[in-house]
Nanobody
Framework: QVQLVESGGGLVQAGGSLSLSCAASGRNARDRNMGWFRQAPGKEREFVAA???????YYADSVKGRFAISRDNEKNTVSLRMDSLKSDDTAVYYC???????????????????????WGQGTQVTVSS
């Protein structure tokens, strides 16, 4: 069983930057594909970025070129660096992991919410305009 704890959310002005971190604990945490999703008020949760067990990355079009996902397998953490933030980026951000048995996954798999089996509690990001 893997547990996830997000941190790093907060209030930032439009155009600013923020970094989120997700600490994973439990068995085989480093063997999982990991993703970031977000949910804005009144909207459905949406995919933001993902990083595979081999550190391949995939981004939603809305954040491509502005956000960067990375992982540190020694520390069992995944980070999301967010630059050039916009008011539309305001949301609760969640990290999540796929099953340990998920190998050679497609981008479609990584961007699908139901591919992920464990979720963190979320961290609020608010971008003021």
């Amino acid at each position: 069983q893997v547990q996830l704890v997000e941190s790093g959310g907060g209030l930032v002005q439009a155009g600013g930057s923020l970094s989120l971190s997700c600490a994973a604990s439990g068995r085989n945490a480093r063997d999982r594909n990991m993703g970031w999703f977000r949910q804005a008020p009144g909207k459905e949760r949406e995919f933001v970025a993902a990083i595979t067990r081999t550190s391949a990355t995939y981004y939603a079009d809305s954040v491509k070129g502005r956000f960067a996902i990375s992982r540190d397998n020694e520390k069992n953490t995944v980070s999301l660096r967010m630059d050039s933030l916009k008011s539309d980026d305001t949301a609760v951000y969640y990290c999540a992991v796929t099953p340990r048995t998920a190998y050679f996954v497609s981008n479609e798999y990584l961007s699908t919410e139901t591919s992920y089996v464990t979720w963190g509690q979320g961290t609020q990001v608010t971008v003021s305009s």
